[in-house]
């Protein structure tokens, strides 16, 4: 495993973006090791995907630097080291499984079939490797995804809300394969609004609010800090949703109130 100066696998200095006026993400700044699962945590539009993004280096900061091994993200050998499988499913439904996945071979000039099998048959979907995108499920779409983003062996796998629209077995199975994944010394950062998973799952968590770290830690480190009996409540407290709850509640009852 390679290692930057500084010992992390991924660097995050003081990373902005900016959206014409508005500040999608605001002087971030975080370190993930080699070997964990990372959570990113918030609410609706606070800046996760936009932070997943610079970090797969398809989006350029207005300011910052993020490094993977001490490389920037924009180069191509760090692109190489990231997998990358995002919410939303743009996926080409004319293709069929296995040609999607022969493309995403083809675009990394690589020959990982065999791996592409493997895990394929793992996610329980080799059998439709030969069926059209278009005939796919949700969740066949989601592993499909998922397969892309691993099949090359990253050192850094960036999953948007993955098990968004997965029954109870395919998380099952997911889990299991983030696992395996950095138990072999590779790490993973994922976006989610599922609090439980991320207490469950995740070593660390950053909280993201308006574009702004507001709280990184373990979650059981962030438990104690905020007196809270689970995530949920640490995401609610962190973000300043229960603080605002008087005058929304005022808001709502003023609608409500007979006249
Ligand atoms: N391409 C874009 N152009 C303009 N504004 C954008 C663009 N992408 C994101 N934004 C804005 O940046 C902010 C953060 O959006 P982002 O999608 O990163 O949030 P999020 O935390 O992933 O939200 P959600 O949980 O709803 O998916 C929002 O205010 C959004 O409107």
Request: charged fraction near 25%; charge should be neutral.
């Amino acid at each position: 495993m390679l290692f930057s100066q500084s010992g992390a696998l991924l660097e995050v200095k003081e990373i902005s973006k900016r959206y014409r006026k508005a500040k999608a993400v605001d002087e971030i700044s975080f370190k993930m090791a080699a070997g964990g699962i990372y959570g990113l945590l918030g609410p609706n539009g606070s800046g996760k995907t936009t932070c997943l993004h610079l970090i797969t280096g398809l989006v350029q900061p207005s300011r910052g630097i993020i490094t993977l091994n001490g490389v920037g993200v924009q180069d191509k050998k760090s692109r190489a080291m990231i997998g990358f499988a995002p919410d939303d499913l743009p996926l080409p439904a004319s293709l069929t499984g296995r040609e999607y996945l022969s493309f995403h071979d083809r675009l990394r000039g690589r020959d990982d079939g065999s791996r592409a099998s493997a895990l394929a048959s793992a996610l329980g979907i080799e059998g439709d490797l030969h069926r059209q995108i278009s005939e796919y499920s949700h969740g066949m779409k989601r592993k499909i995804q998922i397969i892309a983003a691993t099949m090359h062996r990253p050192e850094l796998l960036i999953l948007d809300e993955p098990f968004r629209g997965l029954d109870p077995e395919s998380a099952f199975v997911l889990r299991d394969l983030m696992e395996t994944f950095v138990e072999s010394g590779r790490s993973i950062l994922v976006a989610t609004h599922d609090m439980l998973r991320a207490e469950r799952e995740c070593q660390t968590v950053h909280i993201l609010h308006r574009g702004v770290l507001v709280d990184s830690g373990s979650p059981a480190d962030l438990r104690k800090k905020y007196g809270a009996s689970d995530m949920e409540t640490v995401f609610l407290e962190a973000t300043g949703v229960i603080g605002g709850r008087r005058e929304r509640q005022g808001m709502v009852e003023s609608v409500f109130a007979s006249e």
